[in-house]
């Protein structure tokens, strides 16, 4: 079944950490970029994080020196770690893969909820 299948959500106090995967299946994993976005309640979706076949990293202006993406190609896994979390960190997140420079996504996955609240 070609899917993909985050997990790690859940709610964390301000200041504290998460750790999000998602797992693919079905996908020829290591020739895909892949990414996290998310999606707060009234708003857009944003990219937050993208890997790179070839392990080449991004990030939004807004979570750089906070999150952390890296990929598993032997287990087909892609990870954030998120630190030093914010409320406004709160959103659904989004793994997908990706091709191309433009970032053309061929697949999503169906998001985890992160809250960041005291």
């Known amino acids: 079944q070609v899917q993909l299948v985050e997990s790690g959500g859940g709610l964390v106090q301000p200041g504290g950490s998460l750790r999000l995967s998602c797992a693919a299946s079905?996908?020829?994993?290591?020739?895909?970029?892949m990414g996290w976005y998310r999606q707060a309640p009234g708003k857009q979706r944003e990219l937050v994080a993208t890997?790179?076949?070839?392990?080449?990293?991004n990030y939004a202006d807004s979570v750089k020196g906070r999150f952390t993406i890296s990929r598993d190609n032997a287990k087909n896994t892609v990870d954030l770690q998120m630190n030093s979390l914010k409320p406004e960190d709160t959103a659904v997140y989004y793994c997908?893969?990706?091709?191309?420079?433009?970032?053309?996504?061929?697949?999503w996955g169906q998001g985890t909820q992160v809250t960041v609240s005291s």
């Open positions: 890997i790179t076949s070839g392990g080449i990293t």
């Open positions: 997908n893969a990706h091709i191309g420079i433009d970032l053309r996504p061929i697949l």
């Open positions: 079905g996908i020829i994993f290591r020739i895909y970029g």
